[in-house]
């Protein structure tokens, strides 16, 4: 039954993804941009990680997104010709093959995989029986307090750099 | 299409749209667009990280997703910060007229 | 005590060469001739003692201490005094005395009066290094010693260019026999263990075996150096340009003493010559051949000091002739004699040149036994001695090496040396009749003031003439004079296998030589006296032989075509095209191709991120690709 | 015994080092007090070499005054120096030719005095140490160490293309040595692995068992680097350049006691901690020492440059020291340390005779002199005396160098010997035809007419020179008497390695390497790598013939 | 549901806590700072880095292990918090000549040094791949920051969104590298990697290519081509300073982690590793020295430099082994010493408002500016490996470890490299002190922090070069905690 919710929800994703790529105005390019992150979060509901998909939307969707559309609007940038009419088009075909390469090694890598990680506790009756926040929650302020922690001081550093760099 | 999608699916799908991060990255000469490759990747990353949170029924891969989430909006806002600095001096974020600095 | 005779001398040399700056030119004329006195006083002392000694035990030697010590091979500061060094030492340091006396009136007038006695009193010392040392390094020291000065004596009047390129070609000739000299020793050390005279003697016979080719390649390697010291051929070129030199260094050192170390190199090695057979036999050739070969070119020769110098190496053929018949007795007399009336033909000649202000050239003079009497009887007695007239010097010693070659059954040499008679005293006489006899070709504004030269120059000329006429009675009755009797037992018994022959065919030859003397004598005396024109007719006549002649049969060109040249043009194209485009160019090419892969590589860093995107996924691609599937 | 006297080696060393922090101390302006002072702690540095001699036994063949202290203990690296009848000689050089240069750059410098003495104090630090370090790092380190106060005379007080001499210079000596850490690195290893000691003590590693393979690439790694510094034919064109431009005391110097490091490495380091290797590469070495002889006597005829024609002499006398060395008997390598000594002398003076006409006229081009004689004559005594002794005139200090090294080398290599003979006939050609040029003739230049001949400083500096040459020529014994134990116990060391029996080329054939020796190692070869069987052109393994 | 909270074990956090506590100090003592009296910021962080490395040495052999290991405690840790402190110490230092009175922002500078300090102690000391990623993340920002500190200037900023863009495209391959470890071991705690391979399981390749994604990640950070090229444009646009502190902090924090995953973590893909970073070690080496050969700006001559000496430490990374991980320890501090001094020595150098940037700018500065100079060729010498300096020691071990490795063909490589360095390190020098100033330049008021930036440097780049072995005897004790 998963196939269903998961099929369309992969290729919404895909195809949004694509267009990021491809779509020549940049604001296209961030709506679609949203458009898959609507679609992974999608997907993690269908992982059973419904704090993460929470947090997709409401930190990717809307607070990153809205720096990206609101910087695209300050800054009014043109579209940009397509790829394949430049000059170094030699170069994005050998960056065509490469990553070609790269998709067949990571799908060999994949493929070939034999599960054998450690089996954690959080099966899907523990988490729950718990509650899928509260746990994350729990987790955050013990096993990953440190982390936690440097978050902030990353988020601090971003801070301070975003005002030092944006100042006039 | 019967039974649960397995996690290699999710893997593959995964891997696709890091690759699809890559190929935005290569191939676009907007800085901001290249920026949003790079949030593709990420994300492709975290759905990695959550499917095998969820297959090897552990929670650190949801942790740690909410870790790189924080890590790309910060990444993100010094982004924006430093490419908004440059449009003020050059009036473009073409990256492909940005090579005052070679050789 | 022996060693006193060198070190006079080299004392003397040292004083005036650092302080004759500042000495007065009587005191430096007082210090060298006194230390040339020494010496003669010190070698004469020696010889005292010597003769006093057994004839069989006369010997005597003595060491200042080690000299190089490696190994098992040890080299001392030792001097030896035996019959031959004795004749040696005496020869060298009385010439070399009256010499000294002789330079005081030629070089009066030279602002380096100071510089050339210093390296004459130098010359002396390194010269009686040469003949006293008891062992072959020793004599190296003086033989190269010698050579040094004979360089810087050449070279005297350095400005002229023609004296500093002969004296550069005199050390460079030089240099070729010598570097055979030294493989010989070093072959000797091996061979021996030893450069000692009487060891390598010793073990010589035991070690090389009789006509071995290591006997007769190690003999020759010496030869070599002879040929080169003593100007024989093909070695001989630098001599006749040695006259650039003052005369009395011709006198001295390329006519009386330096030219005959070879000779006595030779002899002192006696015993290793004697082991091969082969290589005596080149020697007599050599000297044979040298001999004729020096005479013709003499034949025609204008200049007066190169006649006598081509004389010279003339003479020094027939001394190797002697040695390489066996008869090194002979040879050595040979040497004292012409000691003698070769350093007088010199000086004498030196006092024609000094009287005429430096004109050497034969065609100019012409009568000058009119005003320059004491010269002339002198040189005539010089010549006469040269040419081999019965009763002067010259004949006696020279008979006796052209009895020897006979008596050892080298019956063609023999003809090639009695030839050379007969050309000696054609050219001797040529170069009297020429400059002393005949119509004054002079330059008038000099023979108005000709005059003899002063005392000092006269005194060595008279007591030299005596010599040139006297010692030739030492030898007297040949092959067992008092010169020989004194002699004899340095050499080894061998030695004396010519004396074979009969004695009553001994004078039949002695005639013949002396009748081929005068015969030249005779033909000079037509040609130059009573029909002046005559030489010019021949000239004429044989064009192809008398160039011939007169550029000395085209050796130093053929020298300079195929030795000088190529190899200075080696070098040149070493230089610049090996050295500087070849190894340094691929020094410097590789440090060029370095610094251009930089600059190559450098490109690619363009200043686009995409490329730099592109470069991080070519690494990503081949790492992973590795990983996958390869490791 | 003589250990007992104190860290006199440390002090050796340590003595110009703090003299030049002393230096750099005054004030630059004070040129006078900076110049004395330079030469005073030389001088002071040379006064300790000679109690160094008077004290050395000749009769030990050890190492002497010997210093040891832990330095980098991790890996096996001590402070390990002292000295023995190889490097006194050289040592006494060293602290003799060093106050000489400082003195012979009293004038002529042009500027930056203090920076020049700093420098030359520096080099004579580093070139002491290079001669009495006995740990490989520590060898290393004088070695590589000296090459900066080099890099500064040549490149700060040199001539107009100074920066292409010194790197040159620097580069060149770079890329020979960093091959020569590396194998010293590797043998420290190898030497670990059968012994279990990680060390770097020059005395313990020799003798190690290291096979004949790796001792074969070790040993050419060591070759290469002094081979370069020597400078062998080919690798010598960086000499003339470096010494063409470098300042007279930096000619002085290089000539003097930095070629010396690389034939003394040979002895010191290559032949003895690579014994059979050694006798392997020793054909290939003597051939191109041979060919250096007579090459560099042929380049130098060529030359119109004054010090390019001493500098390619130096690859000719140079040759002759690697000839005898690589002859492998007492005669030959005692001549060849005795020749190391006396080239330094001769060189020296020369470059200093050289310098002090340039001096005088700023111009070292031969065709720029001619008649000098009749100017100079104080000059000219001098500088006969020096070309006398360059030339090998019997009685001064190169003959001696000379015929010993000739001698021993006739012994095994008869050709190679004869060859080299000729050498001494091409060196006497090429001086002789400087001389003539420079010092005989008439004066065609104006400006050589007024030269002034030389003063009291220039006497001081070289009269000390000239005596050395005469009492070295004259009486060589007090410096082979000296050598004879250690070169004895070196010699040893070469043929009592196991299997070290060298491959004497049969008396007839004298040249290269036996026919047989070829074939065996072309046969071998099949079984061996690419580089071995290069390798197996120019020498047999002395194991497999028999 | 209860939530209890744990017992923090402060002692891991120990010395790091000074950094970030100075770092946010500064932050708000700045606002409270005079106008002319900025410096303040500076000695504040000044004092807390000396109070991070007082903490540091007396911590010296503790062992812990914080929550969930999430940080370590050990004397590799330890020592890399020693050169991390050092070197930032060096960087204020030089940073005071470099800002003048009049530069904004010198609060948000100097704390963001700090931080960076802080990102790169809790790469080296980080237990977790993950707070291994959040110091990488936060060493970067910093930079990225810090690289386009001055913003008025294009150059700067070109230089910091090239280092963004290529940054986060990389930390985006690291973390898919953590991911896939993640996937194939189950945790992303070392230890507990450690632990699930020495049980002998087989790693599949889903392991092998997130240590190569992570090696990715690494080589991105130490300048690995063809990871490194960022590195030249982003080293010569960002400030003199910033740049010093880049090239010699990022760098040790890189393979301060490296080390830490690769030695530690993942022992067992050994095999694999090496022989990759074999081929990147010779690329790297070789690539950085010939481009650096024909560079005619300092700051990137310095950068290609950088990269190259980034290959001669990977050369001791594939040496492996207790004595290459020394050799990595010892190279690191050595090159952090060279550089910063010869950075330092740069800005000494400069006249107010007139950097050196360009090799002329350098003509006769020899003999006008003697001790700077000596020291600047003193560093010259270092980097280029002549001994007796650092840089010497410090090639000295790395290519004995790869000999003792058996990897004679590298070792060959390495030192034929540091043969083409010698070229353009002694071209500087050749400037300096051999050819003549075009102009005669005013002379500039020296910078007394800088200076003494130089003569600290200097110093230790003798000291180690001279009398290594204790430097080496800490580096051991390091890497022998580092394999428990």
Redesign the interface.
Same mark, same amino acid.
């Given at each position: 039954?998963?196939?269903?919710v998961? %099929?369309p929800l992969?290729a919404v994703?895909?195809a949004t993804? +694509?267009s990021?790529?491809v779509l020549r105005n940049?604001m296209y390019?961030?709506l679609s941009?949203v458009g898959?992150?609507f679609a992974?979060s999608g997907? &993690?509901l269908?992982?059973?990680?419904q &704090?993460?998909a929470v +947090?997709?939307v409401i930190?990717?969707a809307g607070?990153?997104m809205v @720096?990206?559309l609101f910087?695209?609007m300050?800054?009014d940038?043109g579209h940009?010709p397509p %790829?394949w009419l430049r000059r170094?088009r030699p170069?994005?075909v050998?960056?065509?093959v490469?990553?070609g390469?790269?998709?067949l090694? @990571?799908?060999?890598?994949?493929?070939?995989?034999?599960?054998?990680?450690?089996?954690?506790?959080?099966?899907?009756e523990?988490?729950n029986a718990?509650?899928?926040t509260?746990?994350?929650?729990?987790?955050?302020?013990?096993?990953?307090?440190?982390?936690?922690e440097?978050?902030s001081?990353?988020?601090? +550093?971003?801070?301070?750099? %975003?005002?030092?760099?944006?100042?006039? | 299409?019967?039974?649960?999608?397995p996690?290699?699916?999710?893997?593959?799908?995964s891997?696709?749209?890091?690759? $699809?991060?890559?190929?935005?990255v #290569?191939?676009?000469?907007?800085a901001?667009?290249i920026?949003?490759?790079i949030?593709?990747m990420l994300?492709a990353v975290? #759905?990695t990280f959550?499917?095998?949170?969820?297959?090897?029924?552990?929670?650190?891969g949801? $942790?740690i997703?909410?870790?790189v989430?924080?890590?790309?909006?910060?990444?993100?806002?010094?982004g924006?910060? $430093?490419?908004?600095?440059l449009?003020?001096n050059k009036e473009?974020?073409?990256v492909d007229e940005i090579n005052l600095l070679r050789g | 005590m022996i060693w006193l005779i060198p070190l006079s001398p080299l004392v003397g040399s040292l004083v005036v060469g650092l302080m004759g700056r500042r000495m007065r030119r009587s005191w430096v004329a007082v210090v060298a001739c006194g230390a040339a006195s020494l010496a003669l006083l010190f070698s004469l002392g020696c010889f005292a003692r010597l003769i006093s000694l057994p004839a069989e035990g006369r010997l005597f030697r003595q060491s200042l201490g080690p000299w190089i010590a490696s190994g098992n091979f040890s080299v001392a500061f030792g001097v030896l005094f035996d019959p031959l060094s004795a004749i040696m030492a005496l020869v060298v340091s009385g010439v070399g005395l009256l010499i000294h006396v002789y330079s005081i009136g030629y070089m009066a007038e030279d602002r380096d009066y100071h510089r050339f006695f210093s390296l004459l009193n130098l010359f002396l010392a390194e010269m009686l290094v040469l003949v006293l040392a008891d062992n072959y390094l020793l004599l190296f020291v003086g033989w190269e010693g010698v050579g040094l000065c004979s360089y810087l004596l050449i070279g005297f009047w350095f400005e002229r260019p023609a004296a500093a390129s002969a004296g550069t070609k005199a050390f460079l000739v030089n240099r070729i026999g010598d570097a055979a000299v030294v493989v010989g020793l070093i072959w000797m050390i091996q061979l021996f263990g030893s450069l000692d005279y009487q060891i390598v003697f010793r073990e010589a016979p035991a070690a090389l075996s009789h006509g071995s080719v290591a006997a007769t390649i190690l003999s020759l390697l010496l030869f070599a150096g002879a040929t080169g010291k003593s100007a024989q051929l093909p070695l001989y070129v630098w001599l006749p340009d040695a006259m650039e030199g003052p005369t009395p260094v011709s006198a001295l050192i390329h006519a009386a003493t330096m030219v005959t170390a070879g000779v006595y190199l030779v002899a002192r090695s006696a015993p290793l010559f004697q082991l091969a057979p082969v290589s005596l036999e080149i020697v007599a050739w050599i000297g044979g051949l040298t001999a004729l070969y020096a005479a013709s070119i003499a034949l025609v020769q204008t200049d007066i000091k190169r006649v006598i110098a081509y004389s010279t190496i003339s003479q020094l053929g027939y001394m190797f002739l002697g040695l390489g018949v066996g008869a090194y007795a002979a040879g050595i007399f040979h040497l004292m004699t012409h000691a003698f009336f070769k350093a007088l033909l010199f000086l004498a000649a030196g006092s024609v040149i000094h009287a005429l202000h430096g004109e050497q050239d034969l065609r100019n003079m012409g009568a000058l036994r009119k005003s320059l009497g004491v010269t002339a009887a002198s040189f005539l007695v010089g010549a006469l001695a040269n040419a081999g007239i019965v009763p002067f010097a010259g004949f006696w010693s020279k008979d006796e090496i052209l009895f020897a070659t006979y008596a050892s059954g080298h019956r063609l040499l023999w003809g090639l040396g009695a030839l050379t008679a007969a050309g000696t005293g054609f050219y001797m006489f040529r170069l009297y009749f020429l400059a002393f006899e005949g119509k004054s070709r002079l330059d008038p504004r000099l023979s108005s003031h000709l005059h003899e030269a002063p005392w000092s120059m006269r005194l060595p000329l008279v007591l030299l003439a005596l010599g040139s006429a006297t010692v030739g009675f030492f030898g007297v009755p040949p092959d067992s004079g008092p010169f020989h009797r004194f002699l004899g037992p340095v050499f080894p018994a061998a030695a004396h296998e010519g004396g074979s022959a009969a004695p009553a065919s001994g004078i039949v030859l002695a005639l013949a030589a002396l009748v081929m003397a005068l015969v030249g004598i005779v033909i000079a005396f037509r040609y130059y006296l009573q029909e002046p024109g005559r030489p010019e007719t021949m000239a004429a006549q044989y064009p192809t032989l008398y160039r011939a002649l007169l550029y000395k049969y085209w050796v130093d060109e053929l020298y300079e075509k195929a030795v000088v040249r190529p190899i200075s043009s080696a070098a040149g194209a070493l230089s610049t095209s090996f050295d500087a485009n070849m190894i340094d160019g691929s020094v410097n090419g590789i440090a060029s191709l370095v610094g251009r892969a930089g600059g190559v590589l450098r490109r690619l860093q363009t200043g686009h991120v995409?490329?730099y995107?592109?470069s991080i996924?070519?690494g990503?691609?081949v790492l992973?690709?590795y990983l996958?599937?390869v490791g | 015994m003589s250990q007992t006297s104190g860290p006199i080696l440390s002090l050796l060393i340590l003595l110009p080092l703090l003299g030049a922090i002393l230096l750099a101390l005054v004030e630059g302006a004070r040129e006078s007090l900076i110049k004395r002072l330079a030469l005073a702690i030389s001088g002071l540095d040379f006064l300790l070499s000679v109690i160094v001699y008077a004290r050395f036994d000749p009769a030990v063949a050890g190492m002497q005054f010997v210093e040891r202290a832990p330095w980098i203990s991790s890996i096996g690296s001590s402070y390990l120096l002292g000295v023995d009848g190889i490097s006194l000689p050289l040592l006494l050089l060293t602290t003799f030719l060093s106050p000489v240069a400082i003195l012979a750059s009293f004038s002529g410098i042009g500027g930056r005095v203090k920076g020049f003495m700093i420098c030359m104090l520096l080099l004579q630090s580093g070139m002491i140490g290079v001669f009495l370090a006995l740990d490989l790092v520590l060898f290393y380190v004088f070695w590589e160490g000296m090459l900066i106060p080099m890099y500064f005379l040549i490149g700060v007080w040199g001539g107009p293309r100074r920066v292409y001499a010194t790197l040159k210079f620097v580069l060149y000596t770079m890329a020979g040595s960093v091959l020569m850490l590396l194998a010293m690195i590797a043998l420290a290893f190898l030497h670990r692995g059968a012994t279990g000691r990680l060390t770097f003590d020059l005395l313990e590693l020799i003798g190690g068992p290291i096979p004949y393979q790796a001792q074969l690439w070790l040993f050419a790694a060591f070759a290469l680097a002094f081979a370069i510094k020597v400078p062998m034919f080919p690798f010598h064109t960086w000499l003339p350049d470096a010494h063409v431009e470098a300042p007279t005391a930096g000619s002085v110097l290089l000539a003097g006691v930095l070629l010396k490091m690389g034939t003394y490495g040979f002895l010191r380091f290559a032949l003895p901690l690579f014994p059979r290797a050694a006798a392997a590469f020793s054909p290939l070495i003597s051939v191109l020492a041979v060919v250096g002889i007579l090459y560099g006597a042929l380049v130098s005829m060529a030359q119109d440059d004054l010090k390019r024609l001493v500098a390619y002499s130096s690859v000719s006398h140079l040759g002759f020291v690697m000839l005898g060395i690589f002859a492998m008997n007492l005669q030959a390598v005692e001549g060849s340390i005795l020749q190391m000594v006396n080239h330094g002398l001769s060189t020296g003076a020369l470059f200093l005779l050289v310098g002090m006409i340039y001096e005088r006229r700023h111009t070292r081009m031969i065709g720029e002199f001619g008649g000098l004689s009749r100017v100079l004559p104080r000059f000219a005594l001098c500088f006969l005396v020096v070309t006398m002794s360059s030339i090998g005139l019997p009685g001064l200090n190169g003959f001696v160098g000379e015929f010993l090294i000739l001698a021993g080398t006739f012994r095994v290599h008869k050709g190679f010997a004869v060859l080299a003979a000729i050498g001494i006939i091409l060196a006497a050609v090429y001086m002789l035809r400087m001389w003539q040029r420079v010092m005989w003739g008439e004066i065609r230049r104006p400006e050589n007419l007024g030269l002034g001949d030389l003063g009291r400083r220039e006497m001081a500096i070289l009269v000390p020179i000239i005596l050395l040459i005469l009492w070295i020529g004259l009486s060589p014994n007090h410096l082979l008497r000296r050598m004879d134990a250690s070169v004895s116990q070196l010699l040893g060391q070469i043929a009592g390695a196991p299997r070290a029996q060298r491959s004497v080329p049969p008396r007839s054939s004298g040249f290269l390497v036996p026919s047989s020796g070829l074939e065996t190692s072309l046969t071998l070869s099949s079984t061996r790598n690419p580089g071995e069987i290069v390798l197996g052109l120019f020498y047999s393994e002395p194991g497999t013939r028999n | 549901?209860d939530?209890?909270?744990?017992q923090?074990d402060w002692l891991p956090?120990a010395p790091i806590l000074p950094v970030?506590i100075g770092g946010l100090a500064v932050?708000v003592g700045d606002l409270f700072f005079p106008a002319g009296r900025k410096n303040l910021n500076a000695i504040l962080s000044l004092a807390s880095l000396a109070l991070s490395i007082f903490v540091s040495i007396r911590l010296w052999g503790v062992v812990r292990f914080?929550?969930?290991d999430?940080?370590v405690l050990d004397r590799f840790g330890l020592f890399f918090f020693l050169v991390f402190a050092l070197v930032s110490l060096l960087t204020v230092l030089l940073s005071m000549g470099y800002l003048d009175e009049n530069t904004p922002?010198q609060g948000?500078?100097y704390?963001?040094v700090l /931080?960076s300090t802080?990102g790169m102690m809790?790469m080296a000391s980080g237990g977790?791949l993950?707070?291994i990623f959040?110091?990488l993340? *936060?060493l970067s920002?910093?930079l990225?920051?810090l690289s386009? /500190?001055r913003?008025a200037e294009l150059r700067s900023n070109e230089a910091?969104l090239k280092y963004l863009l290529l940054g986060a495209f990389a930390s985006g391959f690291f973390l898919y590298g953590i991911a896939?470890i993640?996937?194939? *071991?189950?945790?992303t705690v070392l230890r507990?990697v450690a632990a /699930?391979l020495a049980d002998g399981?087989s790693h599949?390749?889903?392991l092998?290519?997130g240590g190569g994604l992570l090696l990715v990640g690494f080589g991105f950070k130490v300048a690995s081509v063809p990871f490194h090229m960022w590195t030249p444009d982003v080293y010569e646009g960002a400030p003199t300073s910033v740049t010093a502190f880049m090239i010699a902090g990022t760098k040790a924090a890189a393979f301060a982690a490296f080390l830490r995953v690769f030695v530690f973590a993942l022992p067992t893909l050994h095999i694999q590793w090496s022989a990759v970073i074999w081929v990147l070690a010779v690329l790297t080496m070789t690539l950085g020295n010939l481009v650096a050969l024909v560079q005619n700006n300092v700051k990137r001559m310095l950068a290609y430099s950088s990269i190259a000496h980034a290959g001669y430490v990977l050369v001791a990374v594939v040496a492996g082994g207790s004595s290459g991980a020394t050799g990595v320890l010892f190279y690191l501090v050595a090159y952090a010493l060279m550089n910063l001094g010869a950075f330092a020595a740069i800005i000494a150098l400069q006249g107010h408002g007139q950097e050196l940037l360009f090799l002329g700018d350098y003509a006769g500065l020899g003999f006008r500016r003697p001790a700077l100079a000596a020291c600047m060729a003193l560093f010259m010498f270092s980097l280029a490996g002549i001994p007796p300096t650092a840089g010497f020691m410090g090639k000295l071990y790395i290519f004995s470890a790869a000999l003792e490795a058996h990897y004679t063909g590298l070792a060959v490589i390495g030192v034929l490299n540091s043969v083409v360095s010698v070229y353009f390190y002694l071209r500087l020098i050749v400037i300096m002190y051999m050819s003549e100033p075009a102009a005669e330049r005013p002379p500039v008021p020296r910078s007394a922090p800088a200076v003494l930036a130089v003569g600290m440097s200097a110093l230790g780049t003798l000291q180690i070069g001279l009398f290594p072995e204790r430097l080496l005897d800490l580096a051991r004790q390091s890497i022998a905690a580092l394999g428990r």
């Open positions: 039954m998963e196939w269903l998961f %099929a992969a994703a895909l993804a +694509v990021v790529i940049p390019c961030a941009l898959t992150f992974l997907l &993690f269908l992982l059973q990680a &704090f993460i +947090v997709q930190i990717y607070a990153i @720096l990206f910087v695209i300050l800054l940038v940009e %790829a170094d170069k994005l050998l960056g065509m490469l990553i390469l790269l998709l090694e @990571l799908a060999v890598a994949i493929g070939s995989r034999v599960s054998q990680g450690i089996q954690g506790p959080y099966t899907s523990v988490v718990i509650g899928n509260q746990l994350i929650g729990r987790l955050l302020f013990t096993d990953f307090l440190i982390p936690f440097i978050t001081i990353i988020l601090l +550093v971003a801070i301070v750099g %975003a005002m030092v760099l944006a100042k006039r | 299409m019967t039974g649960a999608v996690l290699n699916a999710y893997l593959i799908l891997a696709a749209l890091f690759v $699809i991060g890559v190929i935005g #290569l191939i676009r000469r907007n901001l667009i920026f949003m490759a949030e593709l994300n975290n #759905l959550v499917a095998f949170s969820r297959f090897l029924a552990s929670m650190d949801q $942790i997703v909410l870790f989430m924080a890590v790309a909006a910060a990444e993100v806002a010094l924006l910060a $430093i490419i908004i600095a449009y003020r473009s974020i073409d | 995409p490329t995107v592109l996924l070519v990503v691609v992973l690709g996958v599937f | - | 549901m939530l209890i909270l744990p923090i956090l970030a932050l914080s929550i969930n999430a940080l922002d948000e500078y704390s963001l /931080f802080l809790l977790d993950v707070v959040l110091g993340e *936060t920002l910093a990225y920051t386009g /500190f913003r910091a896939l993640y996937g194939a *071991t189950g945790t507990r /699930f399981k599949g390749p889903l092998v290519i």
